[in-house]
């Protein structure tokens, strides 16, 4: 999940291991993470006891996420409350998260030019998210059995060469599948530990 990278990015300071979300078992591996960042108002339960971390994510929680891993700078240089996606606008509750990202070419709406901010969000998308903020391409053979043809082959193909992507038992990308929230956070952790080592980033993202 997106808080265990967060914990970890600020030294896994202590927390209050005292049970907050029921949903959270003590023994899981993100509870401290869940503890911290509810504790400190980076991530809130979906309810005062619930935190749903298997739950989907949608394309608008997923920019809000980008949006925030983003520098300060990097913000500021993409900073934008305008596009032009149908159905984002200024009551939005997402609008700048969204229309930023779009600015620094990380997102885009779907043919008809809708971003359908409430649709969940495939690993398909998702990949092809974080591909956009390197600046290099892939090139070689498929790295999974079921992506020949796919959309977006050659976004997945790339992280998994930069390990940031991994495949099922059954070497399969699965990129029509439902993200969850605790697979985005894997795919942000490796993104975060990629972005501390990497020049190819075209710096879109970094926490700091």
Not at 154 to 161: I, Q
Not at 169 to 188: I, V
Request: charged share 20%; hydrophobic share 40%; with cysteine.
């Amino acid at each position: 999940m997106l808080v265990t990278v967060l914990w970890r990015l600020n030294g896994k300071p202590a927390v209050d291991s005292a049970a907050k979300f029921t949903d959270v078992a003590a023994e899981a591996y993100y509870a401290d993470a869940v503890a911290w960042a509810s504790a400190n108002g980076i991530v809130n339960g979906v309810s005062a006891t619930e935190f749903a971390p298997n739950a989907n994510i949608t394309r608008a929680e997923v920019a809000t996420i980008l949006y925030r891993l983003m520098t300060p700078e990097t913000r500021a240089k993409y900073q934008s409350t305008s596009s032009t996606l149908k159905d984002i606008n200024a009551n939005s509750w997402c609008n700048k998260e969204v229309c930023t990202l779009v600015k620094a070419g990380v997102i885009s709406g779907y043919n008809d030019g809708y971003f359908r901010p409430n649709k969940n969000v495939t690993r398909a998308e998702f990949s092809a998210m974080i591909a956009r903020l390197f600046s290099v391409s892939y090139v070689g053979n498929n790295k999974f059995e079921d992506l020949n043809g796919h959309w977006a082959e050659s976004y997945m193909n790339l992280l998994a060469k930069l390990g940031i992507l991994n495949g099922d038992a059954n070497g399969n990308a699965n990129p029509d599948d439902l993200l969850t929230r605790a697979q985005t956070a894997a795919l942000c952790n490796r993104l975060v530990g990629r972005n501390s080592t990497s020049s190819s980033m075209n710096g879109c993202t970094g926490v700091k």
